[in-house]
């Protein structure tokens, strides 16, 4: 009895580690956007946290150089912010919630 309990059991951990394995496949697909300066800053992330486009609006050029840094910051840090919070509730969504305290690195 305790052995057909136990080889369920691990098959069980076998398909959520293999849907693990899909949903971390899946996070490069997933797009982020985020912008900050009303669009003079746009940037799109993965669900991977890797950036994939930063652009510029031309009029954000006029602005101080600490200004268009603090702009670039926000619209990464919002974008990264969300890819985070994403890629945690797929994560979780697989889990049953089971890895909500864990945070992995690039996820």
Not at 23 to 41: F, K, T, Y
Not at 43 to 66: F, R, T
Not at 69 to 84: F, G, P, R, T
């Amino acid at each position: 009895m305790f052995k057909g309990n136990m080889s369920k059991l691990l098959k069980q951990a076998q398909d959520v580690q293999n849907q693990i394995e899909n949903v971390q496949n899946q996070l490069s697909d997933m797009i982020i956007e985020a912008e900050s300066g009303g669009g003079l800053v746009y940037v799109k992330v993965n669900g991977k946290q890797e950036v994939l486009e930063l652009v510029i609006d031309p009029d954000a050029m006029s602005e101080d150089k600490e200004v268009l840094e603090d702009l670039i910051v926000s619209a990464l840090n919002k974008a990264l912010l969300k890819a985070q919070t994403d890629s945690q509730e797929k994560m979780n969504s697989v889990t049953g919630g089971m890895m909500s305290g864990f945070k992995i690195p690039g996820m």
